[in-house]
């Protein structure tokens, strides 16, 4: 079983009136291929600073981190460019969907970025689009969709690369209650199928479908430890978007 995430005693920091803020406190983490992992803490607790670096969005100060087995505290720029478009599936909140691309575009941008001739990339988009019941959309705008539909939309251009990790960040914040038990059920099948899943979120219920649940509280990961729901309701200022 291939090791898809190998985090070792990562700190991260930032600089504010001549101190220091810790955010990410000697933070290590495995995940290996098909697992399916939420990361659930309150507002505060680093979670976002975490999915940033996870991610190759942000960097760190020391510790190590390595993605696919690519050591990804050594990458400059350009390559940690490349392998979140090449290994990483991004599923957001609000979906970032471009406004002016129908559903077809926005699904291949991520293979056009790459440099896939177009037809290859609009065959490929529409298999996964098929997958998630959205082919008879394929022409319509962002706007034209419900809050349902464009998650499916992002999913499927998260899909399409094949990464080795799909990486989704509160996926059901902007949806109603049954719409985000609608896409959860839709996280548990791409698991099934092979998918490596790492979910971050705030929401006890929403953290219970994932198979492995590791908390976050003040930058510290706790895992198989008895975590309080209260403890979800406050949370510090020392997180980063």
Not at 201 to 209: A, E, M, N
């Amino acid at each position: 079983m291939e090791n898809i995430i190998q985090m070792s005693h990562v700190h991260k920091w930032y600089e504010i009136g001549g101190g220091k803020l810790e955010v990410l406190k000697d933070v290590s983490l495995c995940v290996n291929e098909g697992e399916y992992i939420a990361i659930l803490g309150p507002s505060g607790s680093g979670k976002s600073t975490l999915m940033n670096i996870l991610g190759c969005m942000d960097r760190f100060q020391t510790g190590e981190y390595f993605l696919t087995g690519e050591p990804v505290h050594k990458l400059k720029d350009a390559q940690l460019t490349r392998l979140r478009n090449q290994q990483i599936g991004f599923i957001f909140q609000k979906y970032h969907l471009i406004q002016k691309y129908n559903v077809l575009q926005n699904t291949m941008m991520p293979l056009l970025i790459r440099g896939m001739p177009r037809k290859e990339a609009a065959k490929i988009s529409m298999e996964k689009l098929e997958m998630l019941e959205m082919a008879e959309r394929i022409h319509h705008k962002p706007n034209e969709l419900s809050g349902g539909q464009q998650q499916r939309v992002a999913i499927a251009r998260a899909l399409v690369g094949q990464p080795k990790l799909l990486l989704a960040d509160e996926p059901t914040g902007a949806l109603d209650s049954a719409t985000g038990r609608e896409v959860l059920r839709l996280f548990g099948q791409l698991n099934r199928m092979g998918n490596t899943i790492v979910m971050i979120t705030h929401d006890l219920k929403v953290s219970s479908y994932a198979k492995r649940v590791i908390k976050i509280v003040d930058g510290v990961l706790y895992e198989n430890e008895k975590f309080e729901p209260e403890t979800l309701e406050g949370g510090t200022s020392d997180e980063k978007a």
